[in-house]
Structure formats: C-alpha cells, structure tokens
Nanobody, 113 residues
Framework: QVQLVESGGGLVQPGGSLRLSCAASGSISVISVMAWYRQAPGKRRELVARITGGGSTDYSVSVKGRFTISTENAKNTVYLQMNSLKPEDTAVYYC???????WGQGTQVTVSS
C-alpha cells in the first residue's frame, strides 16, 4: 500500500498560480503511474494529469498548456504546477497512484476574485 499526502491548495485569484505537492510513503517501489484528479461540487471526479515512471505525461484538454505534472524521485513527491488559473479550476484535487489504486485525502483549490 502507498500512502499519499497532498498539500499546497488554497485561494487564488483568476490568472494566478499554485503548486500542489503529493508526498508518497509506504510501498513506493510499486509506484508506476502517478496522477492528479479533481472533483468540483456536483460533478464527477476527473483526471487532470498523469505521469509514468519513465516521465511520459498526459493532460486533460481543459488544463493542457496551463498545468504541468512532474516528479522529484529523491523526495518521492509528485507536483502539479497550475498557471493561468480559472474559476472553473475550483475543485478538490486528489493525488493517486494508479497501480495500487491509492488516494490522498485531497486539497481544496479555489479560484475566485
């Protein structure tokens, strides 16, 4: 099992930036694909971005060009750099390890003036 803890959420104005972090611990040797999901009120959870152990990345159409997923293996941490934030990016953001179906507790991101 992999334990995941997110941090870095908060309130930001439209056009601003935030960087989310997700620290992994436990059976990290089985980590294969790390991903960020988000869930807005009344909506289904959706994939935002994912990154493989080899560094390949995928993004949802709604965030491509604005968000960047990356990892720092020495710290067992995955990041989500979010730029040019929009009100529709408001959601709870979750970190996940897809092979073990492990999830963090989520961190709230609110984009509002």
């Amino acid at each position: 099992q992999v334990q995941l803890v997110e941090s870095g959420g908060g309130l930001v104005q439209p056009g601003g930036s935030l960087r989310l972090s997700c620290a992994a611990s436990g059976s990290i040797s089985v980590i294969s694909v790390m991903a960020w999901y988000r869930q807005a009120p009344g909506k289904r959870r959706e994939l935002v971005a994912r990154i493989t152990g080899g560094g390949s990345t995928d993004y949802s159409v709604s965030v491509k060009g604005r968000f960047t997923i990356s990892t720092e293996n020495a710290k067992n941490t995955v990041y989500l750099q979010m730029n040019s934030l929009k009100p529709e990016d408001t959601a709870v953001y979750y970190c996940s390890e897809l092979l073990t179906d492990s999830w963090g507790q989520g961190t709230q991101v609110t984009v509002s003036s």
